[in-house]
């Protein structure tokens, strides 16, 4: 009994709300604060996710996020502190993005390379190149402001948690809500999973898996880019070595608690975000005192919990992982 | 027919080396380019790389030392490629084993060399291998890719390590956040102006060779990785499988930390060791799962870390670019791109992928 309602995946939302209803009537200040923070740590790691279900979907595994997080957030970093200009930067980030994709698309696709391997090149060559590249003293001209939308940004906690947000954020929450609309109401959304789930018939169907993955990877890639232009152009403003933390491994295991799906991965990533949160908070009135490492461990002891938890019971694309080979008969 | 068969045989053979060689060249000449651009004279600077770490016997001694735990961390990624794990953890359970063996190395006392030694490098072992299977049981049991919870598991034992080294383990009236230096009973002697930590490593890399080309343990857990399902059908258990390369592979890649911590560093600092694990994957694929292509991998590995310094003493170059070429090198290395021109036998790859359920 017990079981199955821990086991129940709404458990953890239904426990999210309750807490922040709870603290909402206690102090609704602190608490629209605290849940507002909630969706800057967790819009990053949602979008990531995306990123790893746009490629996953037409059965490429993406591990290489991390790394295109990291080298995108680094040029556009660059290019916007050389240049002056945030939306160069933006579009600098985009199309970093959008290489790593091909590359993992290059590497995957068409030389069949094994994928984990293939994300883990991604990975090693991003931080090797943004290591050597990197150089101290830049700063970026100003962030993307923050835009209080009128008259919704005046409601009481919605209006801070949702409509006062920099112009990523926006978009980000946008691009994931048009991910899901393609991605099940539309002809390339059903191409696309039919290609991660059995490519033999969606060739015999006439659409042609090469093309189909190469165009999805390389759009996550340039979504990851976004992702990286995002954490350093709007939410954190600089750049250091390392700077991705680990957000793209991260979002891969709530692509796979969302069960693939870009609503539930964004929901997943947002109940992480209020976790981090809410200990933020802690940490800042002094409830409680818990060594600073051990609040930057908690995102990775829930990522693995939630893995243990979901791991059994979902499925991931049938085609996954695998190189397609044409039959030639 | 039998002339056939030695011919393929030492093709094969060529072809495995030939490879790796190739990789490399390309990967200098691109950070020939990369400094060029720079404005640095690449030449000198390798000139400089090259003669530090081999040119003397304290540049090879030296070198030897920085590739013993490559080696060690290199055949840790090998056993479980070997067994169709892609353990990227290395680096996680090599903190664990350093963090370990320096507790144990200072906090023990009054032990003769011939006992502390031994129980401070059994500490790192056992802490790497703990930490090895529970990325292991998480696989066997639970069905998680090996490749999140050991990515995860890295950065706990950073933060858990970060932790001790400010907290509990700190050094008394010390301002860095390290732990005391271990007794020199527990320290690891030299041997003849060479480390002896080297010879252990090399020995492991001969008994991890031995043990997939000559026992029955060996080629259980090879079935596993070429094929779970023949291996489940021929009634090796692929679960024990799991388990046993993750905990060997944590234990070897805790005692690859263990015997720098005991031999080279002399205590745990956060900062130390870093990047030791990650470079035992490049060299394990270089050497192509193969445990003795480990070891020239590894001291090539050692010395150009060991000796990144003198480039920017020489030539003006960053250290950093030692990462860039050593991340190119795994990049020709993996990728068929060579691969396909000299039409490599592709017969020692491990394959890993599954999907993330199984």
Known sequence: MIKKYLGSRWSPFVATFSVILFFYLKDALATTSVVATSITFGLPLAMAAMVGIMCERTGIVNIGIEGTLLVSSFIGFFVASVSGNLLVGLFAAVCMGAVSGLLLALLSVTWKMDQIIAGTIINILATGLTSFFYKQGHTLPSTFPEIDIPGLSAIPFFGPVLFMHGPLTFLGFFLILVLWVALYFTPWGLRSRSVGEHPGSADTAGVSVVRMRYLNVTIAGAFGGLTGAYLTLELVGSWDRGFSAGRGFTALALMIFGRWNPLGALAAALFFGVAQAITNQLMITEVVTIPLQFTNMLPYVLTILILAISAGKVRAPAAEGQPYEKESA | ?358
């Open chain 2, 1 to 358: 027919m039998v002339r056939d068969e030695s011919k393929e045989l030492r093709v094969k053979y060529v072809r495995s080396w030939l490879l790796p060689v190739i990789a490399l060249a390309i990967a200098f000449a691109i950070g020939a380019l990369m400094m060029k651009l720079q404005g640095a004279n690449p030449l000198k600077a390798y000139e400089s790389l090259f003669s530090s770490a081999f040119g003397s016997s304290a540049g090879i001694s030296k070198t030897l030392g920085k590739a013993t735990p490559l080696i060690i961390s290199g055949l840790a990624v090998t056993i479980c490629l070997r067994a169709g794990l892609f353990n990227i953890g290395v680096q996680g359970q090599l903190l664990a084993g350093a963090l370990a063996s320096a507790w144990a190395g200072y906090a023990i006392h009054g032990l003769p060399l011939f006992i502390h030694l031994p129980i401070a490098l059994f500490f790192g072992t056992f802490f790497g291998a703990l930490t090895g299977i529970i990325a292991g049981a998480l696989k066997a049991y639970r069905g998680v890719h090996e490749v999140i919870t050991t990515i995860m598991l890295n950065s706990l034992v950073l933060q858990l390590g970060e932790y001790l080294a400010y907290g509990p383990f700190k050094e008394p009236g010390q301002q860095l956040a390290r732990t005391p230096e271990v007794l020199s009973s527990a320290k690891i002697p030299d041997l003849f102006g060479m480390p002896v930590g080297f010879f252990i490593a090399i020995t492991l890399a001969v008994i991890a060779w031995w043990i997939f080309k000559k026992t029955t343990s060996g080629f259980r857990l090879e079935t596993v990785g070429r094929n779970k399902n023949a291996a489940w059908y021929a009634g090796i258990s692929v679960k024990r499988s799991i388990l046993i390369s993750m905990f060997v592979g944590g234990g070897l890649a805790g005692l690859g930390g263990a015997i720098e911590t005991l031999g080279v560093v002399g205590r745990y600092e956060p900062a130390f060791n870093a990047g030791l694990g990650f470079d035992g994957i490049t060299i394990a694929l270089l050497g192509r799962a193969n445990p003795l292509a480990v070891i020239p991998g590894a001291i090539l590995f050692g010395g150009m870390r060991g000796a990144g310094g003198s480039m920017q003493f020489a030539a003006g170059v960053s250290p950093d670019i030692i990462d860039l070429i050593l991340a190119l090198v795994l990049f020709f290395v993996t990728a068929p791109l060579i691969g396909k021109w000299i039409k490599t036998v592709r017969g020692n790859e491990a394959i890993t992928t599954g999907g993330w359920g199984n």
